[in-house]
């Protein structure tokens, strides 16, 4: 069983910083590629960031491309999500994901497990 565990959520005001950790089980962490999504209350889950198993490649949806760095860490299961430059509608719940996934193509968005997610309120 796979478990996924995010931290690093919080309040701070737009223009601020915040990173977000994951902390995978199991012991193929280095054949997933991870993602980041988020969900605004109101709205649908989104994309926001992943990357490949190796870390060699990255991927953003516009909206945080130059703002947020995904990174991870192979030897500590961990993977992080960097955000600079917050805006208030950054806000919303964000949620770690992993998929089996050895390609450093784009993983899509079709991941197999989730975190619990963790809160991001950014104000203005």
């Known amino acids: 069983q796979v478990q996924l565990v995010e931290s690093g959520g919080g309040l701070v005001q737009a223009g601020g910083s915040l990173r977000l950790s994951c902390v995978a089980s199991g012991r193929t962490f280095e054949s997933w590629a991870m993602g980041w999504f988020r969900q605004a209350p109101g709205k649908e889950r989104e994309f926001v960031a992943a990357i490949s198993w190796s870390g060699d490649s990255t991927y953003y949806t516009d909206s945080v491309k130059g703002r947020f760095t995904i990174a991870r860490d192979n030897a500590e299961n961990t993977v992080y999500l960097q955000m600079n430059i917050l805006k208030p509608e950054d806000t919303a719940i964000y949620y770690c994901?992993?998929?089996?996934?050895?390609?450093?193509?784009?993983?899509?968005?079709?991941?197999?497990?989730w975190g619990q997610g963790t809160q991001v309120t950014v104000s203005s």
């Open positions: 994901a992993a998929r089996v996934f050895t390609s450093e193509g784009p993983p899509g968005e079709e991941f197999d497990y």
